[in-house]
């Protein structure tokens, strides 16, 4: 495994010039993730982009696993940010999350580049269709370069337990390869479509897909179940192994002192609620502290259609869609609100709206 030292972001990379690409006039692919720098979706893309020898590589990835964090900012405590070694490429790792990740890389402050040419989210173990989007970390890695008016691309892989393999990275990162190398050509000559970001998914057997399909995001999820757990002293489980690209989350992340003795006495009864007694002053004796877990199921829910991501991923196409950022409803549906908006404010209800 490469090492990873602190540094001073502007002195690493090799020099000064090749971060600035000066004397380098390949185009500048800036990579991320969110299942972390070490993972093998990324290292995969990673190695195949130098190899082609086209592109100027440079990557700013999560120090660990951001799965399902979203969209989500790091607003009130530092990011830390330390140089790893990767042949070919320049290389940072940052305690935050994706979107963090692209924000400071496009801040001018590790990378000295005023603007890459394409920013690369992936590749994901485990697809982002449908209503996934709202989780992902890996789309939202794209979005964040898209809001900053970077072109970009999340990158997902099918991931199945009992199926696939970490060499399937290496094939799934071929199979996206036409298409970065299209888009790349597309913009250095000034030809590339603007206005989307584009959120790819590779079907689990990538040897054997179907080619690309331009498809719209559907409504597939996953289902979820809540299970009442008793204090646990081991650390949080993750379902990247079930090929679903969402991460358990568990409520109650510190147990309270009682459950914390009990973690240290283990010679207690296992209980699926667990009360907690406060001092006098505290209120009622008797509240209670629950402890819950997600269970995820594997199998995904949800629109069909091969004019839809998740249906045409299920019939073998690598699915390319164009995602935007406003969430506006339709027009009919804004024209039904207000309408009713009219028929509250003839009851006698002022209104803004």
Request: aromatic share 6%; charged share 20%; glycine share 10%.
């Amino acid at each position: 495994m490469e090492s990873a030292a602190t540094v001073s972001p502007l002195q690493a990379g090799g020099s000064e010039q090749r971060q600035k690409g000066e004397g380098d006039d390949r185009p500048i692919l800036l990579l991320t993730n969110d299942d972390g720098i070490y993972a093998p979706g990324i290292r995969s893309l990673i190695a195949l982009l130098v190899e082609t020898g086209r592109y100027n590589v440079c990557v700013c990835a999560p120090d660990s696993e951001k799965s399902a964090v979203g969209h989500s900012i790091t607003a009130h405590s530092k990011i830390a940010v330390r140089q790893v070694l990767i042949a070919g490429a320049t290389a940072f790792e940052l305690s935050g999350t994706p979107a963090d990740c692209v924000s400071l890389s496009l801040s001018g402050k590790i990378f000295l580049w005023s603007k890459p040419s394409l920013v690369l989210s992936g590749i994901n173990k485990g697809s982002n269709c449908g209503y996934h989007i709202i989780y992902s970390g890996t789309v939202a890695g794209a979005r964040e370069a898209f809001m900053y008016g970077v072109p970009s691309m999340a990158l997902s892989y099918d991931w199945r337990r009992g199926h696939s393999h970490d060499t399937d990275f290496r094939i799934a990162a071929e199979a996206c390869l036409p298409l970065i190398d299209a888009v790349v050509s597309h913009l250095m000559e000034g030809s590339y479509p603007q206005g989307f970001f584009l959120n790819v998914d590779v079907p689990s057997n990538p040897a054997q897909n179907k080619g690309y399909k331009v498809t719209k995001q559907g409504t597939s999820v996953i289902k979820t179940y809540w299970k009442p757990v008793t204090p646990d002293c081991s650390p949080s489980l993750s379902v990247k192994d079930q090929g679903i690209g969402i991460q358990i989350a568990q409520l109650g992340l510190e147990a309270s002192a009682a459950g914390a003795a009990r973690c240290e006495n283990s010679n207690t009864k296992n209980v699926e609620i667990e009360s907690v007694a406060g001092s006098a002053n505290d209120g009622p004796s008797d509240l209670q502290h629950l402890l819950f877990k997600r269970e995820v199921s594997e199998h995904e829910y949800g629109e069909e259609g091969n004019d839809l991501d998740f249906g045409a991923l299920q019939e073998g196409y690598i699915t390319v869609t164009p995602l935007g950022l406003k969430s506006n409803v339709h027009s009919d549906i804004h024209t039904s609100f207000k309408s009713w908006v009219s028929s509250v404010a003839e009851l006698g209800i002022t209104s803004a709206l």
